[in-house]
């Protein structure tokens, strides 16, 4: 019979040593960098309501509120926390109400039965790409 012989040092290896733990942190850090610059430039974005293809209204995200139009009856839009969407709505579906809460540039809730559009718009340094 043959006899292997194990050598235990190489069992005792550990699982993480200085330098991947230093490159989880700068990794994590990296990541928490990206989000809140994300969300600062969501600040400067403002949404645009849309009747029949016209700017109605233009309405900046950082002031919470509620607004209503007499030319767009019983819609109701309210801005919370950032976010813009459509809290009431006249037509049947409600597709615009179920759509929720937008806030992320190029975001949009459409309403046809009432041709109303919500986007999401901000300044020209929040682009990343235009394509048409």
Same mark, same amino acid.
């Given at each position: 019979?043959?006899?292997?012989?194990?050598?235990?040092?190489?069992?005792? !290896?550990?699982?993480? =040593?200085?330098?991947?733990?230093? +490159? %989880?942190? /700068?990794?994590?850090?990296? *990541?928490?960098?990206?989000? #809140?610059? !994300?969300?600062?430039? =969501?600040?400067?974005?403002?949404? +645009? %309501?849309? /009747?029949?293809?016209?700017? *109605?209204?233009?309405?900046? #995200?950082?002031?919470?509120?509620?607004?209503?139009?007499?030319?767009?009856?019983?819609?109701?839009?309210?801005?919370?926390?950032?976010k813009i969407s459509v809290t009431e709505s006249g037509c049947g579906d409600k597709v615009c109400v179920r759509t929720?809460?937008?806030?992320?540039?190029?975001?949009?809730?459409?309403?046809?039965?009432?041709?109303?559009?919500v986007t999401v718009e901000g300044s020209e340094t929040d682009l990343d790409v235009v394509l048409r």
């Amino acid at each position: 019979m043959k006899t292997v012989n194990i050598n235990m040092e190489t069992n005792n !290896r550990k699982l993480l =040593n200085v330098r991947d733990i230093l +490159v %989880i942190v /700068l990794l994590l850090g990296l *990541a928490l960098g990206v989000y #809140l610059f !994300r969300e600062a430039s =969501n600040e400067a974005s403002y949404a +645009v %309501i849309t /009747l029949d293809g016209t700017a *109605a209204d233009r309405i900046p #995200l950082q002031i919470n509120g509620t607004y209503e139009y007499p030319q767009i009856p019983g819609m109701v839009f309210t801005v919370s926390d950032g976010k813009i969407s459509v809290t009431e709505s006249g037509c049947g579906d409600k597709v615009c109400v179920r759509t929720g809460a937008v806030s992320h540039m190029g975001e949009a809730i459409i309403c046809v039965p009432n041709r109303v559009a919500v986007t999401v718009e901000g300044s020209e340094t929040d682009l990343d790409v235009v394509l048409r």
